[in-house]
């Protein structure tokens, strides 16, 4: 009932904040439930994902286009010949512009985590890996306890999808402004199951830098590595990342890593010293 709550609320901002786009997705979701024709239903639960996703990583372009610039003068050396992680399975797996998993991998243990998610369907992008999953609902029961009304957006993403969305931004946008924006199949780090992008009804559910200034972005910033998660693309990180800052994408790494990152003010390929990645 609290759920249904939410949904409604959601859907009133959304219609406030004039999102046409991610109107329309979850109405195209809702009609998929009285889809009978399988097939149909997921080619639909794709496109609208993938105008999401597409629309998400648009906003975030235009937010910042000279960090961006510099990203891409920086990986674009080494963007072409990427390294094939040898531990997928790993919850310390760093995966960026420059490592990416063995062709075809998939986590295993796939489930969906009881947490509000902006949409009601059973889509792909509502999966974590296990433990992550169990870990990202201590997480929310900790920011509802502290008034906290924080909604998830979009998990785990397979290769395909990842793919698709891919050359529909190269189809749209040519590959150079392709590659300072989203990643590369086989390189997206949805693809791990161990992140996922969060957001809130006062953002009207957008992926924005300003979900910082927000009670909920404030909150996942110092609340996160309590749980395992750390803030993997932090402000300022952009050349060593590769991407520029997301306060609203969390990756779980476990909670000795999250705390030991957090207290470090480092990142993934800091703590593990591979800056030289991006730059090579
Ligand atoms: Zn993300």
């Not at 009609?31 to 975030?60: C, G, H, I, P, R």
């Not at 009304?149 to 392709?178: C, D, H, M, P, W």
């Amino acid at each position: 009932m609290k759920r249904l709550m939410l949904f409604a609320a959601l859907s009133a901002v959304l219609v406030a904040a004039g999102c046409q786009n991610q109107q329309t997705s979850q109405n195209q979701d809702t009609n998929e439930n009285k889809t009978v024709d399988k097939q149909t239903e997921n080619q639909q639960a794709e496109q609208s994902q993938q105008e999401e996703d597409t629309a998400a990583e648009e906003q975030t372009a235009e937010t910042k286009p000279d960090q961006h610039q510099d990203e891409a003068e920086d990986v674009v050396g080494s963007i072409e010949k990427p390294v094939t992680v040898d531990n997928p399975d790993s919850i310390e797996v760093v995966v960026n512009k420059t490592r990416k998993f063995p062709d075809g991998w998939q986590p295993k243990d796939l489930v969906e985590p009881d947490v509000p998610f902006y949409f009601s369907e059973h889509l792909e992008k509502r999966k974590m890996r296990k433990e992550a999953a169990e870990a990202l609902e201590d997480l929310f029961a900790a920011s509802q306890k502290d008034g906290m009304e924080l909604v998830a957006a979009s998990g785990y993403r397979s290769e395909e999808r990842q793919k698709e969305i891919y050359e529909n931004n190269v189809a749209t946008q040519g590959q150079e402004e392709t590659d300072k924006v989203s990643s590369r199949p086989g390189r997206s780090e949805h693809q791990t199951g161990l992140a996922i992008d969060l957001t809130s009804a006062e953002m009207a559910l957008a992926l924005e830098e300003t979900f910082i200034d927000t009670d909920e972005g404030k909150w996942l910033a110092e609340h996160a590595h309590e749980y395992g998660y750390i803030i993997r693309y932090p402000e300022g990180k952009s050349d060593i990342t590769g991407y520029s800052y997301e306060p609203w994408h969390i990756r779980y790494v476990g909670k000795d890593l999250a705390k030991q990152i957090y207290e470090e003010n480092t990142t993934l390929e800091e703590h593990f010293q591979m800056e030289s990645d991006l730059k090579s």
